[in-house]
């Protein structure tokens, strides 16, 4: 299975500043790749798919990029209201496999 | 607005099994497949398999295939998850989600409220 990787663990910033969270594919997944947000107590919300597409209503401040075996979701001015665990995920090949999570914590 | 509405939470004991229902409105239900994961205390997302409730087709990750069966019930827009044999290790909380759409079948748009099953003597 495509195992996916995420860094770094935990990322802490100030409101207002940018926050680069990470994914690796072990193989290439093209550009089959979403990433999701995780508040916590809450079920996961799809951000982005086709690796730079954004979801309904999601805030312009979020965008992905990347393609192959290396991803990236960019914050671009961190918000209190982003604290939470991202997680991407593939969907290149069986089975769907998720990333371990990144977590935002804004000081 | 889509909704998709889990059953409560759930306490078994080891060997037993679980059956989580995962009922939808505000699309029709037969346009979407439906996914179930899980994700055990703070730990990531691990999927376990999907349906195609229009054509009943189904799907598991082969860790799972063995004890887990996912069936859906048009007349009550309700999609099921059964899981056996359970062990400790299934102690989690588990997921279902809304495929996106017939071109993006595998990305989620839409969540249930997870259903935390607890495996313990």
């Known amino acids: 299975e495509i195992v996916m990787t995420q860094s770094p663990a935990t990322v802490s910033l100030s409101p207002g500043e940018r926050a680069t969270l990470t994914c690796r594919a072990s193989?290439?997944?093209?550009?089959?790749l979403a990433w999701y947000q995780q508040k916590p107590g809450q079920a996961p919300r799809l951000l982005i798919y086709?690796?730079?597409t954004r979801a309904t209503d999601l805030p312009a401040r979020f965008s992905g990029s990347g393609s192959e075996t290396d991803f990236t979701l960019t914050i671009s001015s961190l918000q209190s209201e982003d604290l939470a665990v991202y997680f991407c995920?593939?969907?290149?090949?069986?089975?769907?496999?998720f990333g371990g999570g990144t977590r935002v914590e804004v000081k | 607005q889509v909704q998709l509405v889990q059953s409560g939470a759930e306490l078994k004991k080891p060997g037993a099994s679980v059956k989580v229902s995962c009922k939808t409105s505000?699309?029709?239900?037969?346009?979407?497949?439906i996914n179930w994961m899980r994700q055990a205390p703070g730990q990531g997302l691990e999927w376990l398999g999907w349906?195609?409730?229009?054509?009943?087709?189904?799907g598991y990750s082969l860790k799972f295939r063995a004890r887990v069966t996912i069936t859906s019930d048009s007349s009550l827009r309700t999609a099921y998850m059964e899981l056996t044999s359970l062990t400790s290790d299934d102690t989690a909380v588990y997921y279902c989600?809304?495929?996106?759409?017939?071109?993006?079948?595998?990305?989620?748009?839409?969540w249930g409220q997870g259903t935390l099953v607890t495996v313990s003597s």
């Open positions: 989600a809304r495929g996106k759409d017939i071109r993006v079948r595998l990305v989620f748009d839409s």
């Open positions: 505000g699309y029709t239900f037969t346009s979407n497949d």
């Open positions: 349906i195609n409730p229009n054509t009943g087709d189904t």
């Open positions: 193989q290439s997944v093209d550009t089959k």
């Open positions: 086709g690796a730079s």
């Open positions: 995920q593939q969907y290149s090949r069986w089975p769907l496999t």
